[in-house]
């Protein structure tokens, strides 16, 4: 049955099915802070600033960062379901939380373009470890930046040359953090835990050993000592997402441009870990700055490379759905 036979809108069970994937969105500290709004004809996306990580993201660009990852999941998600979302973001000035509106009008059929990315939602997963170097690389580059650009978000490749700097940076972040006690308080609250639907599961963490052979990364509450990957040095390679402005739009953007792209890569076989961190604090990314072409403002940066095999990827957990979604539609 094509989304025809249904009407003009999706009904309750598409809106849902389709949620449940766009809600595997990553988002920062996997705060999933987003909250959707359907009164049976357009579904509507608002930002939840209680869960706004007030030491590492005052501003809420992280926020909705996270979100607009979310909104570009449920685009794919309805499109493979026979419905096309046409997006109109920041529908109402007056109402800053209120970040897109989805209208929607019926599909053939699953484009065979977004059809590999959508099912590579369930797959996709946040890998902290260190990384094989990643195969046909100029393609995958390549990818990111087609995917990237009809969200006017820039991709470009941090070189090799360019890492130890960008790693120093990484740890002069960390140094300038580690005595910052709301700081190192908000991040514990939202790690480490088991058994909640929220948060970055103490499974998902890695060792102080293993983190050591990764040079960009976050440096999160370590775990137990481990060993995974004791053999592999990180390889991955590092690609930024940058915008001309800083403004909602902008990072409701990056966000949609970052899900296409990790998608893209769990597609193709390929890890995956977002990096803001190092956006976060103006010293580190003014480094990231000097390192591209452009005069761009830097939002994301994405480690990418290949995982062994033997990995077993850590499940984050999820919000129940009827927690993020309100029905208006009597």
């Known amino acids: 049955m094509n989304a025809s036979d249904h009407g003009s809108t999706p009904d309750l069970r598409t809106v849902r099915m389709a949620l449940m994937l766009a809600c595997r969105a990553p988002s920062v500290h996997n705060t999933q802070p987003w909250r959707w709004v359907y009164d049976g004809t357009r579904l509507n996306l608002y930002r939840d600033t209680s869960r706004l990580l007030r030491s590492a993201d005052p501003q ?114 960390a140094a300038l953090r580690r005595y910052d006690m709301p700081y190192q308080t908000e991040l514990h609250w939202w790690t480490g835990h088991s058994d909640v639907e929220q948060g970055v599961p103490a499974a998902a963490l890695v060792s102080d050993a293993e983190a050591a052979r990764v040079d960009v990364g976050r440096g999160f509450p370590p775990a137990p000592y481990s060993v995974r990957r004791a053999a592999i040095e990180d390889r ?36 995956t870990c977002s990096l803001t961190h190092i956006t976060e604090l103006a010293t580190s990314r003014s480094v990231i700055a000097d390192l591209i072409p452009h005069p761009n403002l830097p939002q994301v940066l994405i480690r990418i490379g290949v995982a062994p095999e033997d990995t077993e990827p850590a499940s984050t957990p999820r919000r129940p759905l009827d927690e993020v979604l309100e029905l208006r539609t009597g």
């Open 60 to 173: 809420g660009r992280q926020l909705v960062i996270s979100c607009g990852a979310v909104l570009d999941h449920a685009r794919l998600a309805f499109v493979s379901m026979g419905w096309f979302a046409d997006v109109i973001r920041l529908p109402d000035p007056d109402v800053l939380d209120h970040l897109a509106m989805l209208e929607f009008r019926p599909w053939p059929g699953a484009l065979n373009t977004t059809a590999a990315r959508v099912r590579a939602i369930h797959r996709r997963y946040t890998d902290r470890l260190p990384m094989l170097a990643p195969e046909g690389w100029f393609d995958v580059f390549d990818a990111a930046r087609e995917l990237a650009r009809p969200h006017h978000v820039s991709v470009d490749e941090i070189a090799e040359t360019s890492r130890p700097r960008l790693a120093a940076a990484t740890e002069h972040a």
């Open 236 to 271: 991955s390679r590092l690609i930024v997402l940058s915008t001309l402005g800083e403004t909602p739009a902008h990072w409701l953007h990056t966000g949609e441009a970052l899900s296409e792209v990790l998608l893209e890569c769990t597609a193709r076989g390929l890890a």
